[in-house]
């Protein structure tokens, strides 16, 4: 009976002993998980500390503002359309776009030569508007009727039979050409701009401001792809790019003593004068901030 009993207390004594065992695991892994709790609490607040503090305020870095907009345009050219001068089939003496002197034979019709009357890059490529389109008519030309003036580019080549006064071809100014360029966006006179057509980026200048969201432009470089442009749909004008702090535009403080922007320097925050380089659409480029400041956008809370 005694030994019953000593087996029973003996096991009693590892039961304890066990209990004691998963006692101390629970505290070891509550004390484990409280930590953990607790270091996911700092890391957050953390986080939102920065998050809100970011959504607060913009680092005032020196950037680059691309001023870029999609315009449609008229191109034109000082051309002198080359006309059959008889009957029959056609054979070209010069290649496309060639540029050649005045009284130049460049093709012949038969027996006949197809004369340069004046200087120029030879194009055998038109659309029949080479006479109709002259200064007065393209200055009030508007966009509503720009698609008048989309028409087919015809290309003749030798060998193609061709009729007395027919068109085969164009003489070309071998320098200058133009854009009248229909957009409300703001230019002024001998603004410097860019025009990039089919992946060209071809550097002009403003000549005109005109009426009805118009104004022409004068670019004086002269490609092989130019004699081809007339109507041009949905083309990037670059206007020059402006440096400085860009900030949104409802950040910028005007008053009649000037011009201000509210930042925060040194854990400070205080109304900082600045100079206007330039706005765009709803930016704008601002020069004077101290280095390492921050441009407030939301006061504290």
């Not at 009976?1 to 998963?22: A, E, H, P, T, W």
């Not at 005045?102 to 009357?117: H, K, L, Q």
């Not at 360029?181 to 401001?209: A, C, D, M």
């Not at 007339?230 to 020059?240: A, P």
Request: overall charge positive; hydrophobic content about 40%.
């Amino acid at each position: 009976m005694g030994y019953c009993y000593c087996i029973i207390k003996s096991n009693r004594y590892g039961f304890y002993s066990q209990l004691s065992d998963v006692s101390t695991v629970k505290k070891k892994t509550k004390g484990i998980l409280f930590f953990v709790i607790l270091a996911v609490i700092v890391v957050g607040a953390v986080i939102w500390l920065k998050w809100i503090n970011r959504s607060r305020y913009i680092e005032a870095a020196t950037d680059t503002l691309v001023r870029a907009v999609e315009v449609d345009a008229l191109c034109y050219r000082f051309e002198v359309p080359l006309y059959a001068p008889a009957d029959g089939k056609i054979e070209q003496l010069v290649a496309d776009n060639t540029r050649v002197p005045a009284n130049t034979v460049v093709a012949m019709v038969g027996s006949y030569p197809v004369y340069a009357e004046r200087a120029g890059t030879v194009s055998w490529r038109y659309d029949g508007l080479e006479k109709l389109l002259i200064p007065g008519v393209i200055m009030v030309l508007k966009h509503d009727f720009l698609g008048d003036w989309d028409k087919p580019v015809k290309k003749v080549s030798s060998g193609d039979v061709v009729y007395k006064g027919d068109i085969v071809g164009k003489l070309v100014d071998n320098y200058s050409w133009y854009l009248i360029v229909y957009s409300n966006v703001s230019v002024y006179r001998n603004e410097k701009v860019q025009v990039e057509i089919g992946g060209k980026i071809y550097e002009g200048v403003v000549q005109e401001v005109l009426s009805d969201n118009r104004f022409s432009v004068v670019i004086n470089y002269y490609d092989s792809d130019v004699a081809g442009y007339r109507v041009l749909r949905k083309i990037k004008l670059y206007k020059e790019p402006l440096r400085g702090v860009i900030i949104p535009q409802d950040l910028l403080i005007e008053t009649d003593d000037g011009t201000y922007v509210k930042i925060s320097y040194r854990n400070r925050e205080r109304t900082q004068p600045v100079r206007v380089v330039g706005k765009w659409e709803d930016k704008v480029v601002v020069d004077g901030l101290p280095k390492g400041s921050l441009v407030v956008v939301s006061p504290a809370r």
